[in-house]
């Protein structure tokens, strides 16, 4: 089978470089069909380079940001296209990020985007069966046409490191974008409960809500217990990951945090960390109690308490880290997301 990767996709962008190299991992042989260009140079580099591959291939995958280009891969292919949304611009512009009014015309050209990029593919993939049913319900779709592949993890990068230690006080960790979906500010809280504790706050990170976090750690005087490290380079990531005891996911109080599962969550799975996070619909579909500790999303007080639970139970935390670990391997790695893909793309072509 040969499959052309299409689009202004980023290659090393974690999803993108994951599906690549799984599909290749399983035999499959991936024309990559991609530009770099910016305006609408970029459109016109795709149509030059597909032109030499247009017979090439058996199948299309439209590589996440492919809302445009997806549009284009309809006009210039007559193969099948998978097109891989991974999120929906109107709920993360709109109704999560609150960027524009739901009414506004901004509002209406994303639904519209969402809409016709996902009505001009042969199939659509998704990160979870909550987002499969907000598309299809937010959008009117046939559910039929999606397909669920979980955003995986490239464990070549995230691999356990030694354990911490040596050291009088407990580290949490978080990294990821200042946006309200995360729940930086409910972090924050927690760190202001738990400021007696000994616990470090590590927050690796920028974005939206950044000068608004910022301004509340002055505000609690936390500038001892919580380090905000900005954004930092892979290799400092990693780092700050590895000396962690415990991690945390996602906290926001917004309907989004219902449908999605974050790649930093994978990430620190893959390290062998064990992880607080929001019970969700979504999380709720890949993991159990006996794989993350589970907390009420929005609510600090909770949040504090669960950190203090792991923190007093090292024996909890290797359990939870272990079952987690075990279920990246199985689950969440590149030669496995590759094959589902590959399964999906087979339909396509029989």
């Known amino acids: 089978m040969k499959i052309c990767y299409f689009g202004i996709y980023n290659p090393s962008y974690s999803r993108n470089k994951l599906l690549i190299r799984g599909l290749r991992q399983n035999g499959v042989e991936v024309l ?7 305006g609408p140079a970029k459109y016109f580099d795709l149509i030059k380079k597909h032109w030499w591959i247009r017979n090439s291939y058996d199948v299309m995958v439209v590589g996440f940001p492919g809302f445009q280009s997806m549009i284009l891969a309809k006009l210039i292919t007559r193969k099948p296209i998978i097109f891989d949304a991974f999120l929906s611009l109107y709920d993360t512009v709109v109704l999560d990020r609150g960027l524009a009014k739901k009414y506004s015309f901004k ?3 994303f639904w519209f ?4 990029s996902c009505s001009l593919a042969d199939k659509v993939l998704l990160d979870t069966f909550e987002h499969i049913n907000f598309f299809a319900r937010t959008f009117k779709i046939n559910k039929n046409k ?3 592949i979980l955003v995986g993890v490239d464990d070549e990068i995230f691999y356990p490191r030694s354990e911490p230690g040596g050291r009088d006080y407990f580290i949490v960790h978080f990294h990821g974008s200042f946006i309200p979906i995360h729940g930086l500010k409910y972090i924050i809280e927690a760190a202001n409960i738990l400021r007696e504790q000994k616990i470090i706050f590590n927050v690796i990170g920028a974005g939206q809500e950044f000068k608004k976090i910022s301004k509340l750690i002055t505000e609690y005087k936390l500038g001892n217990t919580v380090k905000i490290h900005g954004l930092v380079a892979e290799e400092k990531l990693i780092d700050l990951l590895a000396g962690a ?3 945390l996911g996602i ?3 917004s309907d ?3 449908r999605i599962i ?3 969550l994978y990430e620190c799975l893959a390290m062998e960390k064990p992880v607080i996070t929001a019970d969700t619909p979504a999380t709720r579909e890949v993991f159990s109690d006996n794989q993350l500790m589970l907390c009420r999303a929005g609510d600090a007080k909770a949040l504090a308490e669960k950190i203090m639970i792991l923190k007093n139970d090292q024996v909890l935390r290797r359990k939870l880290s272990a079952n987690s670990f075990s279920l990246v391997k199985e689950k969440f790695v590149s030669n496995i997301l590759g094959q589902e893909l590959k399964n999906i793309a087979s339909k396509l072509i029989l």
């Open 256 to 258: 989004k945090i219902n």
């Open 113 to 116: 985007l969402d809409w016709l």
């Open 251 to 253: 906290f926001g109080d």
């Open 107 to 109: 509002a209406g050209y």
């Open 262 to 264: 974050p790649n930093k």
């Open 32 to 38: 990559e069909c991609n530009s770099s260009l910016k």
């Open 146 to 148: 999606f397909y669920r």
């Open 245 to 247: 005891d415990i991690c």
